[in-house]
């Protein structure tokens, strides 16, 4: 609903980037283009020339556009757009629409609400985390970190871009066997993990019960445009078996983004 709205806000001959999933939603325009997969912040001064030129006057892009195949180019994009003078017209529910010059409030505007599944999640190849269909979970697809095994990263990423807001993300985990003491750390962070907004540990004895999910809350604030935020499980200590579901993330509050 609120892309529909966003593409409706595009003069019909203006200029438009977007990403390889959101592209079908422009494609009848002259003047529509899409950003390529292997474009990343890391080198987006490598965009094409009719970026660097000066000529798209729109960029569109979704919060879930990572999970589309669209590699980092989301990312890029919207990197691009906050470091050369476009303003934000749209922020509605993960639905961003930037245009160049614009100086005003958004134009629409509705409170992010993301359910992210373990499988939009990273794990290092080579880890003991063990992937496990599971019905009873969003995805239908579970991560799991054996018990006895102790230390490393059970689970990172998806990198989303968030604009500046109170956020809360609430992390669905599960054990196997009663335990006591610590099991794991949880954060999420900004910049690929180099800034923490905010962590917390998670004991045994927050489990009323082996094979009983448990969410966990995360409240962080945005204060500025965030294009690598990740939600990760750190440090297992073995003392049980967990599982980890997947997390939803809401946001609870939206801080004015105007481009000056």
Known sequence: HFLNIAVSLIPDNASVLTV??????????????????????????????????NNITYILITDDSLFHGNGFSGQAVTYYALSHGFGLVVDADGVYLFERGYSGAPLLTAPLHMILPASSFFFVQGSPVRVFPYSGVPGGVVYYWP????????????Y????????????????????????????????????????????CSDFPKPFVWVAFKLPFNVTSPALTIEIKGLNPTGASGIYFGYVVLNETKIFPYINT
């Open 20 to 53: 390889n999933n959101l592209f079908p939603h422009v494609a009848n325009r002259l003047n529509a283009y899409v950003a390529p997969y292997s474009i990343s912040i890391y080198n987006f001064n490598k965009l094409p020339d009719y970026l660097l030129n």
């Open 147 to 158: 018990s006895n095994v102790s230390g490393g990263v059970f689970w990172f990423g998806p």
């Open 160 to 203: 989303l871009i968030l604009m500046p807001g109170s956020y809360v993300a609430t992390v669905y985990l599960m054990i196997d066997r009663p335990c006591n003491g610590t099991l794991l750390t949880l954060d999420v962070s900004n910049n690929a993990g180099a800034q923490v907004l905010v962590s917390r540990t998670i004991y």
